[in-house]
């Protein structure tokens, strides 16, 4: 069996990697064993610099390794810069951040003194998805590292090209050997992985289907795990003077990377009193939106990653439409040997229908009308994902209200949902199973020992 990297324009075979055996497996899992015991020992300023380095190489080589975000799935160029910069980023946060919050914590209160201390467990084994192909493994792997951990790494199977470059990176900026491996492997392999003494935690990000079978796979060898798995964010809009601003806002995150995107508006609630308004203008904007190659610097939508994804989202349009969804805006597909599928708008979207209920993972725009902000309120939390909301209104008494009103984990004020290094990230309904980023990254995966004086 083999790892293929398959340009999704023209279907040509790039580049193919042979999956390992279970004897080489076996043993990259003993070299990860041996590489924890002396990592775990490593002081925190030894630790540091391959951060630094890889931080180095990834923005002197950005445009290389941009270039092979856009050729393996066609990930739109500046956006693929913007995966490595991200990514550079976290490398240069954690080293610049985990000595202070793994130092010893002293706790005295009443009769009790003791030290909080964090210690490193072992091996962690990550499975990460393809549409942000440096940053899911990122920022999975190096708080991991930050942290004395050591990493086994099953990047998606149609990104090998990207894998290999990664595991380079971390080679070339001095990470030990085998403190971070990349696993070419056939599916049977996950639970030989997640089943094995030294591998202490398992880490997803994923389809539905990963995650059940990895975190029942957790369960059964009791071995934590950290999960994430989808995300239907709320857009919502109220009067609002400026709605060329949230327009703009709209189209620019729903499309970003074509709608292949986790923390992208994917569920639109418009006031009525602004709704035609939007309508129109949302229409026109789409409707300019320029296709192209992604290496263009002027493209905006551009063909997916996957041939799969055309039938996906195709089926999940059509089955709304059949349930009383109005179709605004949809293109004649068009450049058929290519994985292109139209930016399209929905209106009249309720709960039942498709896009609803589901995540659009593709360039697909549900929009509903809504009588008040308490309507749209409700539809938010009628979702079984929860991530994020974006908020657009001038009355800022108001929107802090709505803050806290949306079960959800971010709540962006009139601007839209992203994820950064230093703050909390996750952990909501069926969205996610556990926290990232921040200091409770570095903490996931350590034991809080307590030494009681």
Not at 58 to 87: C, P, R
Not at 350 to 360: A, L, N, Q, S, Y
Not at 391 to 397: G, K, L, Q, S, V
Not at 398 to 410: F, G, M, P, R, T
């Amino acid at each position: 069996m083999w790892a293929k990297s398959i340009n999704p324009a023209t279907g040509e075979l790039m580049k193919e990697y042979p999956h390992i055996t279970e004897e080489e497996l076996n043993k990259k899992i003993k070299k990860a064993e041996e590489a924890f015991k002396i990592w775990k020992n490593t002081s925190f300023e030894d630790r540091k610099k391959p951060f630094y380095k890889l931080y180095d190489l990834m923005m002197a080589n950005k445009e290389e390794l941009a270039k092979l975000d856009t050729l393996e799935m066609w990930m739109l160029y500046k956006d693929a810069l913007g995966d490595v910069e991200k990514s550079a980023w976290n490398a240069k946060y954690f080293a610049d951040n985990a000595e202070k919050y793994l130092a010893p914590k002293e706790v005295e209160e009443g009769w009790v003194k003791a030290t909080i201390v964090y210690e490193p467990r072992g091996i962690i084994f990550s499975v990460m998805p393809w549409n942000y192909p440096y940053n899911q493994v990122l920022r999975s792997a190096l708080p991991n590292l930050a942290a004395w951990n050591v990493v086994l790494m099953k990047h998606a199977s149609n990104v090998p090209q990207v894998a290999e470059k990664l595991e380079e990176l971390f080679r070339d900026a001095g990470f030990p050997e085998g403190t971070y491996t990349n696993l070419y492997m056939p599916h049977n392999f996950l639970e030989k992985i997640i089943s094995h003494p030294s591998v202490v935690w398992a880490n997803v990000t994923g389809s539905e289907s990963v995650w059940r079978e990895l975190g029942s796979l957790a369960g059964k060898y009791f071995k934590p795990s950290i999960l994430e798995l989808g995300w239907s964010d709320a857009f919502i809009l109220s009067d609002m003077k400026d709605i060329d601003k949230a327009v703009s806002q709209a189209v620019k995150w729903r499309f970003s990377n074509s709608g292949q995107k986790c923390n992208c508006s994917k569920r639109f609630f418009i006031v009525a009193s602004v709704y035609d308004e939007f309508i129109v203008k949302l229409e026109k904007a789409v409707s300019e939106l320029k296709v192209w190659n992604p290496m263009e610097s002027t493209t905006q939508i551009w063909p997916l990653a996957k041939s799969s994804a055309v039938d996906t989202i195709d089926s999940q349009v059509q089955d709304s439409i059949k349930s009383g969804a109005k179709l605004v805006f949809w293109w004649e597909r068009i450049w058929d040997k290519w994985n292109f599928y139209s930016p399209t708008i929905l209106a009249d979207v309720k709960p039942g229908m498709r896009v609803f209920d589901e995540e659009t993972f593709w360039p697909v725009m549900a929009v509903t009308k809504v009588s008040s902000i308490e309507e749209a309120i409700e539809l938010t939390n009628k979702s079984n994902y929860g991530l994020g909301c974006s908020i657009f209104w001038d009355d800022i008494n108001e929107l802090n209200k709505i803050a806290s009103s949306v079960d959800v984990w971010n709540v962006s004020i009139n601007k839209i949902v992203t994820s950064y290094p230093n703050l909390p990230y996750g952990w909501i309904k069926m969205s996610w199973y556990g926290k990232e980023l921040w200091e409770q990254w570095l903490k996931a995966f350590v034991n809080e020992k307590v030494i009681v004086k």
